[in-house]
T-cell receptor, first 114, second 114 residues
């Protein structure tokens, strides 16, 4: 009965590889987000999709490409991984994209690039 | 650009103490402010959401206040318990930003020891 789930939970990979993180929500929400939490614990938004359409795209390298096959899924694909990509990536969802909508977070994926 | 700062970075208290966590933000033009709890290896859980027109919100032993004009919020935890040990994050949704974009502080790591 997990509301927002992410796979994998841990990901260890070499520099230069391409990897994907998957996110699924079973809350029936229309909006999904990807956040990055760096080593200093700051959480920063990367992307947001509403009904499969991109609505927020922060200054993120184009090596990061989100894909939303349907409104219940938002996957994050990362090309040519770099050491600085090591972080915890959180997926979240909300009913709508308005600022009043509470966001529900997944458990996070800890990515380590060696 | 909105910046959110939380003080202290870490706090250790004996069980039963009342405590206050502080959050400050640089741009007072906010839509709402949220307090989240983050447990190790888990996602974020929303604790309290205060709309910009409100001054406080209460949930059980938690009370959050908001002084928008001075750019400050406090989270008060009464009669702390070891189960309250976690990282507490403050996040603001700024007026004029696109949709549900949250700006987070770096968090306060709380340890309540028996």
């Amino acid at each position: 009965d997990t509301a927002v789930s992410q796979t994998p939970k841990y990901l260890v990979t070499q520099m230069g590889n391409d990897k994907s993180i998957k996110c699924e929500q079973n809350l029936g929400h229309d909006t999904m987000y990807w956040y990055k939490q760096d080593s200093k614990k700051f959480l920063k938004i990367m992307f947001s999709y509403n009904n499969k359409e991109l609505i927020i795209n922060e200054t993120v390298p184009n090596r990061f490409s989100p894909k939303s096959p349907d409104k219940a899924h938002l996957n994050l694909h990362i090309n040519s991984l770099e050491l600085g990509d090591s972080a915890v990536y959180f997926c979240a969802s909300s009913q709508g994209f308005y600022m009043s909508d509470t966001q529900y977070f997944g458990p996070g994926t800890r990515l380590t690039v060696l | 650009k909105q910046e959110v700062t939380q003080i202290p970075a870490a706090l250790s208290v004996p069980e039963g103490e009342n405590l206050v966590l502080n959050c400050s933000f640089t741009d007072s033009a906010i839509y709402n402010l949220q307090w989240f709890r983050q447990d190790p290896g888990k996602g974020l859980t929303s604790l309290l959401l205060i709309q910009s027109s409100q001054r406080e919100q209460t949930s059980g032993r938690l009370n959050a206040s908001l002084d928008k004009s001075s750019g400050r919020s406090t989270l008060y935890i009464a009669a702390s318990q070891p189960g309250d040990s976690a990282t507490y994050l403050c996040a603001v949704s700024s007026s004029g930003t696109s949709y549900g974009k949250l700006t987070f502080g770096q968090g306060t790591i709380l340890t309540v020891h028996p």
